[in-house]
């Protein structure tokens, strides 16, 4: 199932947010830890499906197209830094119970794998957003494996839920942070997929019916 579009109606734009405190060192590798202690050995995976696909963190050494079912991509999670900021947020991708998701997987290279997977952490996990999970991932060639994935949190503030065209276009023209306008990094997003012959075709739905919104 979605995201319920009516958890939209319980906020206000611009929401009130708190992102809590910011993960320090400490508690990301306490989370690396956490999570390679449920890895079932083999390979790591890392499952990309938004800026990763065309803005990479670390270094791979096999890269195939992938998807994930159970879950799905949207823009339900609220940037008060990167893609808007506190007075105007903006909204980044994320994993959200439902569905499937097409994407890359990369292998990440075993020589250097804790450098790698604390810089994943300090770019996914600055403040608690999402919760690292392994994802059941079928690749390009048919096999299977266990992806690591960044899967979003509902309990949590900084959780925007499937808010409705009016305000997504709103949001869309108007929310910039420090990496850039939310526009911006959607049109990558949809720009990636697309040149890869793995279009999202409700998001490119979305994104047209937004864009016309701001014509009315």
């Not at 494996?145 to 869309?172: K, M, W």
Request: with cysteine; charged share 25%; hydrophobic share 35%.
């Amino acid at each position: 199932m979605l995201a319920d579009e009516s958890s939209s109606w319980k906020f206000t734009y611009p929401p009130s947010l708190d992102f809590g405190q910011q993960h320090t060192r400490e508690q990301l590798l306490s989370s690396v830890r956490r999570t390679m202690e449920q890895h079932q050995g083999g390979p790591v995976w890392l499952f990309a499906y938004g800026s990763l696909i065309w803005r990479p963190e670390c270094e791979s050494v096999e890269r195939q197209r992938a998807r994930v079912h159970g879950y799905h991509r949207g823009l339900y999670l609220w940037s008060h830094e990167h893609r808007g900021t506190p007075e105007q947020p903006g909204l980044v991708f994320g994993l959200d119970r439902g569905g499937s998701c097409s994407g890359f997987a990369y292998r990440l290279d075993e020589a250097d794998l804790d450098k790698a997977l604390l810089a994943l952490w300090q770019r996914e996990m600055p403040f608690p957003a999402y919760r690292p999970h392994w994802l059941n991932c079928r690749l390009a060639d048919g096999s299977r494996i266990q992806a690591l994935g960044f899967v979003l949190e509902r309990h949590l503030p900084c959780y925007a839920g499937n808010l409705p065209d009016t305000l997504l276009s709103q949001i869309l023209a108007n929310a910039t942070g420090r990496y850039g306008s939310t526009r911006e990094y959607v049109e990558q997003t949809l720009l990636a997929l697309r040149s890869h012959q793995m279009p999202d075709r409700n998001l490119e739905a979305r994104f047209r019916r937004c864009h016309d919104l701001r014509k009315v």
